[in-house]
Antibody, heavy 126, light 107 residues
Framework: QVQLQQWGAGLLKPSETLSLTCAVY????????WSWIRQPPGKGLEWIGE???????NYNPSLKSRVTISVDTSKNQFSLKLSSVTAADTAVYYC????????????????????WGQGTLVTVSS | DIQMTQSPSSLSASVGDRVTITCRAS??????LNWYQQKPGKAPKLLIY???SLQSGVPSRFSGSGSGTDFTLTISSLQPEDFATYYC?????????FGQGTRLEIK
């Protein structure tokens, strides 16, 4: 049984750095991409980026200049940092298990996030 | 980025109805299409991957079809627990992008 548990600060001021961590319990850590996805209140889903066990990352170009995703394979954890936040970054942030690495080419993956964390509401307000 | 457009944006239906939601990609994405169900306050749940493959544990009343640019999610006989918001997502190119969602409500 795969479980993802995430944590991090829920209230930030503009210009601060958002920091979230996700721990993975059960299943293979090395065989998958590990993703961050966000959802502004009442709106749709936006993919932020992903990382694999070797530290290879893919980011959404719209956020790339502000995003860092890192991995700690010794703890089966991965983390998100988003710098210089504004009110537009207010959202529920989810970590999720992405596609199997063997089903991915350089640009495409068969499959999508199948296990998700509980979500963290991050509010940016002065 | 590849744009994903779902229709309708909202839909009212009754228990037992057959429901179809469509998703159109702004360019061909082959079969790199996933469908999710999301209930209020909960994380999305993967229903269908690779356009037509049923995720483990998902009831067989859910099915997906299509390839290229046009895709459908069908629920063959709506159950009370199916009233939720549904999203399509392309995994053909980075960044993976989602449709705007289809809210399925009880008539």
């Amino acid at each position: 049984q795969v479980q993802l548990q995430q944590w991090g600060a829920g209230l930030l001021k503009p210009s601060e750095t958002l920091s979230l961590t996700c721990a993975v319990y059960g299943g293979s850590f090395s065989g998958y991409y590990w993703s961050w996805i966000r959802q502004p209140p009442g709106k749709g889903l936006e993919w932020i980026g992903e990382i694999n066990h070797s530290g290879s990352t893919n980011y959404n170009p719209s956020l790339k200049s502000r995003v860092t995703i890192s991995v700690d394979t010794s703890k089966n954890q991965f983390s998100l940092k988003l710098s210089s936040v504004t009110a537009a970054d207010t959202a529920v942030y989810y970590c999720a298990r992405g596609a199997l690495l063997r089903y991915c080419s350089s640009t495409s993956c068969l499959g999508g996030p199948d296990y998700w964390g509980q979500g963290t509401l991050v509010t940016v307000s002065s | 980025d590849i744009q994903m457009t779902q229709s309708p944006s909202s839909l009212s239906a009754s228990v037992g109805d057959r429901v179809t939601i469509t998703c159109r990609a702004s360019q061909s994405i082959s079969s790199y299409l996933n469908w999710y169900q999301q209930k209020p306050g909960k994380a999305p749940k993967l229903l269908i991957y690779a356009a037509s493959s049923l995720q483990s544990g998902v009831p067989s009343r859910f099915s997906g079809s299509g390839s290229g640019t046009d895709f459908t999610l069908t629920i063959s006989s709506l159950q009370p627990e199916d009233f939720a918001t549904y999203y399509c997502q392309q995994s053909y190119s980075t960044p993976p992008t989602f449709g705007q969602g289809t809210r399925l409500e009880i008539k």
